[in-house]
């Protein structure tokens, strides 16, 4: 290396110092000396600098007492439940992205369309004003923050749309919570009172019914049940068949799909049902089994199409549950409604505190980087590519199929790894404002549970392992996510 | 973009200068001490006249200065109050739980100190002791002392035409007046907005309904949980019974009905005070509140109802001094400060809780203040309370306390939220907190050979009581089960 070479090389080191040193001093510092904590038994209690009780090296003790410690299973299933809202963000971001990359300020259609929508916005105001509406804060306030809305896209066009979208992401995190906790408000929350006269008029509707024709709809969810099992398996056998996807991810693929049948045995109201579930069910494994006997005639590695086989089968996996638990409402509907459909108790009621915080996670995640990161994906898209759609004849959401979302993919890749990690290390803020981890601990995470093992109990040892517990998870969850989703992506 | 980026940060350089130049001088000829204390408004008078004391005592500098000069720090959460200790930068002066900090290792011993300066244990409630001492030795000295109880809105009594509940009450008695309350006070039909009580949450008044049944966190030496009892079982029901069956008193759900916290001591205050709460669980200083509205109601106290044996829990604002401060003896100067008259009056007239030592309970600027004819009356229960019925809570040095109210309240919420029946609570707080238990013991051989020694006892403890024979009251450890002995008549008095 010459002179000048040398002293460049000092030059930017010397730049760089400060930010290394940092680096070294307040993150990997800690970061080492946590992981050395993860092995011993430090506690406050026993191991300060007013106390002589000897650091012992525990090895894997705190490791192997989380395993059995009843509260890291529930709260690991917080976390991974509280995560389930990462795909609906995902998605929403993605909207929200399509959404505000239209052009709405060139031309003056769509001007026109919003003067015309404000028009009838002020028109549908004044006639529930003059029908006596005006005491109704909740008809005032949606009906301001519409109009709100359409005037300022009139006016200011997608840059007040994307400000809008994104307020809720730059807004402090605890004044949110807070804002939240008053929307909550089980008596006189706008989210009650929205939900009010739309379950009074379910209700009224249900009671107008024989019970027997609203409880058919359980035997008609399951049959959906059934149909969404049995036509998954029909997809993974063709793939397999066509060569698209290897064993390993035919598997995988009916692994996820198998999950809500088996659920179902536990949680559904409907036993009987559960016949035709089971039936179905085994229906479909036969044809699985038919033809795998038959064999194929284009073989691939077990792993191909793995994020297909993983998609499909946690798309239908959701949708079961998601029929499953309509299943169990439809049943238990009309004996509800006899009584009156009551608005849930939100944060203060046990099944629905973590529902109230994924709404609300999802709320501020729709507009967050995620759509930044999807608008400038978009922004990258050839247009020649929609051009030969336009010139094939394509529709809508042909283009959106297989122009827009393949091309996306590299973006969908990073924005689902980052949400993963974010949603397996987050969840303390929230719950410690809003909820303080209860009611019964259905809204502590692992986070906040580092928080109390560490800092109220003093056990910084056994806390230490369980964050090292949980970087363990991030890092596994992420190496998949890197070896089976980049090659999709690739793909 | 460069003359943006340089006009930033010239603007921000000249912010920083302003800002050094203009910071008040923060350097002192005498020693700083820190008082670690809550974010009440009162203390700001309390460190003036701390420093009027000092004066008055003649701890003074050759130009009749203070000879140290105490200043506030607010620490909202206890367990800051830890990191700052172990970590070797906490307040010389800190507001804290006694036994958990000795237990750390935090707190200095002053039991010499305390008996030559005038504020041994003995200048206080006797009930205070577990709370103040460990083995023996002191660590601290009460800011103020309070006995929780139901204090009682009577301007809405009156306007439902009903009596005052009395001072002392059983269960049934709370329930009959409470469900004949919240039926006159509800109309037919509507959404209830008026509650005898507001929501079932603070331990103190759980743990007197459970005592009340003779039932302790602990056993009478501290090795084990006592909450395997019916009687814990008996009260997570009767709660629930209160809430959800009878609803005289708010669900956690009803509560926030009304509005989120705000102001000191939250909104709950204004609820009581515009009638939605015909009684509210609190101390003494529901008063600092209620003395700021333009029209204070008229108040009266009643302790927590009692299944079989009357009692309440007390408390204490304790003020303990860093073992590894700098200025030990001016520390203890604040103790000191603490037992004296111009403290102790200081606290009478702000009605913050109940005063340190118990004589100035009995004059009449505590019973009558002149000011406040509307609270006479009330003043004189929680004072009776705190030296007739009034037990410590029992701290055992083998679990955190906050781990075992972690586990009682997690043992509520299943049964208010319907996922566990009040037996299987009780059971499992019982199970998890003797997990705590074991698991503290395994980590400290020290501990653990206090443990052995304590079981042994408890042995002879549990063999005497089959036999019907007086248990040696040296032998018992927990203050519940010290004062419940001896009101059954199992122990021989000391």
Not at chain 2, 341 to 361: F, H, Q
Not at chain 2, 377 to 398: K, L, M, Q, R, W
Request: aromatic content about 12%; some cysteine.
């Amino acid at each position: 290396m010459n002179k000048r070479s040398k002293r460049d090389l000092a030059i930017g080191l010397g730049f760089l110092a400060p930010n290394i040193l940092g680096f070294l001093v307040f993150t990997l510092g800690p970061l080492l000396f946590s992981m050395f904590l993860a092995f011993t038994n430090w506690d406050l209690r026993l191991h300060n600098m007013f106390k002589e009780e000897p650091l012992r090296i525990v090895m894997l003790e705190n490791f192997s007492r989380m395993l059995d410690d009843p509260d890291f299973w529930q709260y690991l299933g917080n976390t991974l439940f509280l995560m389930m809202s990462i795909p609906f963000s995902i998605a929403g971001s993605l909207g929200a992205a399509i959404l505000l990359s239209q052009d709405t300020g060139g031309g003056s259609n769509w001007v026109k369309k919003r003067l015309v929508a404000t028009a009838g916005l002020v028109f549908g105001l004044s006639c529930l004003l003059m029908a006596g509406a005006d005491s109704s804060a909740m008809t005032i306030l949606i009906g301001g923050l519409a109009g709100l809305i359409l005037v300022g896209g009139t006016l200011g066009g997608t840059t007040v749309y994307r400000t809008l979208f994104f307020l809720p992401h730059f807004t402090s995190g605890v004044a949110t919570y807070i804002l939240w906790k008053k929307l909550y408000n089980p008596s006189t929350g706008p989210v009650t009172n929205a939900l009010r006269p739309l379950l009074d008029g379910v209700g009224s509707l249900v009671n107008g019914l024989p019970p027997g024709m609203v409880q058919g709809g359980a035997w008609l969810c399951a049959l959906v049940m059934f149909l969404l099992f049995f036509l998954g398996t029909r997809s993974l056998a063709a793939s397999w068949r066509d060569g698209e996807m290897g064993g390993f991810a035919v598997l995988i693929g009916l692994g996820f799909m198998a999950l809500p049948p088996v659920a179902a045995i536990s949680w559904f109201v409907l036993p009987a049902a559960l016949w035709l579930i089971a039936g179905g069910s085994l229906a479909a494994l036969l044809v699985l089994a038919a033809q795998v006997l038959r064999g194929r005639e284009y073989p691939c590695r077990s792993d191909e199409g793995l994020g297909n086989g993983i998609m499909l089968g946690a798309v239908l996996m959701i949708a079961q549950f998601g029929f499953l638990g309509l299943g169990n409402v439809l049943f238990g509907l009309p004996t509800m409604a006899a009584a009156g459909l009551q608005t849930p108790e939100w944060l203060t009621q046990y099944d629905w505190a973590k529902p109230s915080l994924m709404f609300m996670g999802l709320w501020a995640a729709i507009g967050s980087n995620n759509m930044l990161l999807y608008l400038a994906g978009l922004s990258n898209i050839p247009g020649e590519l929609y051009e030969a759609a336009q010139i094939d004849g394509t529709t809508a959401f042909q283009k959106f199929w297989h122009v827009t979302w393949p091309q996306l993919a590299p973006v969908t890749f990073f924005i689902v790894v980052m949400s993963t990690i974010g949603g397996l290390q987050g969840g303390f803020e929230m719950a410690r404002v809003m909820t303080t981890g209860g009611p019964a601990g259905s809204t502590t995470t692992l986070s906040y549970y580092v928080y109390n093992e560490g800092f109220t109990t003093g056990r910084l040892g056994y806390a230490a392992g369980v964050a090292w517990a949980m970087f363990a998870l991030v890092f596994s969850v992420t190496v998949f996510n890197w070896k089976f989703g980049s090659r999709q992506v690739n793909d | 973009m460069r003359t943006l980026f340089l006009t930033c940060f010239l603007v921000l350089a000249a912010a920083g200068l302003a800002t050094w130049l203009t910071e008040p001088d923060m350097s002192s000829d005498v020693p700083v001490l820190y008082w670690a204390t809550d974010p009440n408004p009162a203390r700001i008078q309390q460190v003036a006249e701390f420093h009027e004391w000092l004066v008055e005592q003649g701890h003074t500098t050759a130009d009749g200065k203070p000879i140290v000069e105490l200043r506030l720090e607010t620490v909202a959460a206890d367990y800051k109050g830890v990191i700052q200790g172990v970590s070797g930068v906490s307040a010389d002066i800190i507001q804290c739980s006694v036994p958990w900090y000795q237990s750390i290792g935090l707190l200095a011993d002053v039991t010499d100190e305390a008996k030559e300066q005038g504020f041994g244990i003995d200048q206080t409630y006797p009930a205070l002791e577990p709370l103040l001492s460990v083995d023996g030795r002191q660590y601290g000295f009460p800011c103020n002392v309070n006995v929780m109880a139901l204090w009682i809105n009577l301007d809405t009594f009156d306007k439902l035409g009903m009596a005052p509940p009395p001072p002392s009450w059983d269960w049934d008695t709370f329930e009959r007046i409470g469900k004949e309350f919240v039926h006159k006070a509800n109309p037919a039909g509507e959404r209830q907005s008026v509650f005898f009580v507001n929501k079932f949450e603070h331990p103190y008044m759980i743990r007197a309904m459970y005592r009340s049944l003779g039932v302790s966190e602990f056993n009478e030496t501290m090795t084990r949980s006592g909450l395997d009892h019916e009687g814990y079982a008996r009260t997570l029901a009767r709660i629930y019974k209160w809430t959800y069956v009878d609803h005289i008193a708010a669900s956690a759900a009803e509560e926030s009905a009304f509005s989120t916290e705000s102001g000191y001591s939250g909104a709950g205050l204004t609820l009581f005070h515009q009638g939605h709460y015909g009684m509210y669980n609190i101390g003494r200083w529901i008063l600092i509140r209620l003395r700021e509205f333009k029209a204070p109601p008229r108040v009266a106290v009643s302790h927590y109802p009692y299944a079989e044996f009357p009692n309440a829990v007390i408390g204490t604002r304790v003020a303990a001094v860093y073992a590894a401060t700098r200025y030990p003896r001016e520390a203890k100067l604040f103790l000191a400060y603490l037992a004296s008259k111009k403290y102790n009056m200081g606290i009478v007239r702000s009605a913050d809780a109940l005063p340190p030592s118990p004589e100035y309970t009995q004059i009449e600027s505590y019973t009558r203040p002149a000011a406040f004819p509307h609270e006479w009356g009330s003043h004189e229960i929680p004072a009776e309370g705190a030296e007739t019925i009034a037990i410590a809570t029992s701290v055992s040095p083998f679990v955190p306390m906050a781990t075992v109210d972690r586990y009682t309240k997690k043992a509520l919420d299943e049964v208010m939220a319907d996922l566990a029946t009040p037996e299987a609570a009780a059971a499992e707080a019982a199970r998890r907190i003797d997990a705590e238990i074991q698991l503290t013991l395994k980590e400290s051989a020290r501990l653990r050979a206090r443990y052995d020694e304590a079981l042994e006892v408890q042995e002879r403890i549990d063999s005497y009581r089959k036999q019907g024979r007086k248990v040696p009251m040296a032998w018992i450890q927990n203050p519940f089960h010290r004062r419940y002995y001896l009101e059954k008549g199992w122990a021989e008095s000391e």
